[in-house]
């Protein structure tokens, strides 16, 4: 089974500075995706990032940064330079191999302030 | 192109009625997911259809609940006999399949809501 940990309910960050959003996972497949998912106030899931397991570099996209810890099995999301639309429910997910369902954590949710 | 799209946005019933929800995939995306987000949790995995293969039922929480997808395309999920407890936003997803990261695309949910 698998399993996402994410250990802060809430955080907050002042803009233009970064944020570091926790999440581990637990699972006893040695191949697996990792994902972050924002969700602003108007509900739609967005898609942020992605980590395989296989990765030997941390993944970015933009602002978004996965600093991906295996023998820690920790996934961390970092945003640079936050802004106010940065302001969402954060979501870290995991998936085994293939098109298998994604198991999702609570969710953090950042609060960027000016 | 057109993402995922869900029908109605919003459903308000009263307990005992049947409910039926509706997800157009992107196209050419041949697997499909429906998740439920209750107020405050996370995202729970409900049903999974992947092209012709069987649909993976693990995380439907009742026999009140089943699914269809048509043509390998549209998807219905069917809430019967609907209970307060079922009261929830209802998601939608698709992917494709071995391409990129197979990242699953979101339609914009149903929120259910049962009186």
């Known amino acids: 089974a698998q399993k996402i940990t994410q250990t802060q309910p809430g955080m907050f960050v002042q803009e233009k500075e970064a944020v570091t959003l926790d999440c581990t996972y637990d699972?006893?497949?040695?191949?697996?995706?990792l994902f972050w998912y924002k969700q602003p106030s108007s509900g739609e899931m967005i898609f942020l990032i992605y980590?395989?397991?296989?990765?030997?570099q941390n993944a970015t996209e933009g602002r978004y940064s996965l600093n991906f810890q295996k023998a820690r099995k920790s996934a961390n999301l970092v945003i640079s330079a936050s802004q106010l639309g940065d302001s969402a429910m954060y979501f870290c997910?995991?998936?085994?191999?293939?098109?298998?369902?994604?198991?999702f954590g609570k969710g953090t949710r950042l609060s960027v302030i000016a | 192109g057109a993402g995922v799209s869900q029908s109605p946005s919003n459903k308000v019933t009263e307990k005992g009625k049947d409910v039926e929800l509706r997800c157009d995939p992107i196209?050419?995306?041949?697997?499909l997911y429906w998740y439920r987000q209750s107020l405050g949790q996370g995202l729970e995995f409900l049903i999974y259809?992947?092209?012709?293969?069987?649909?993976?039922k693990s995380g439907l929480p009742s026999d009140r609940f089943s699914a269809e997808r048509t043509g390998g395309s549209v998807s219905t999920l069917t809430i019967q006999r609907t209970q307060q407890e079922d009261s929830a936003v209802y998601l939608c997803?698709?992917?494709?399949?071995?391409?990129?990261?197979?990242?699953?695309?979101f339609g914009p949910g149903t929120r259910l809501t049962v009186l």
């Open positions: 997803a698709s992917s494709a399949t071995w391409t990129g990261y197979n990242e699953q695309f």
């Open positions: 699972t006893s497949d040695q191949s697996y995706g």
């Open positions: 980590q395989g397991s296989y990765d030997e």
């Open positions: 196209s050419g995306h041949t697997a």
């Open positions: 997910a995991m998936r085994g191999w293939g098109n298998t369902p994604l198991v």
């Open positions: 259809f992947q092209g012709n293969s069987a649909p993976d």
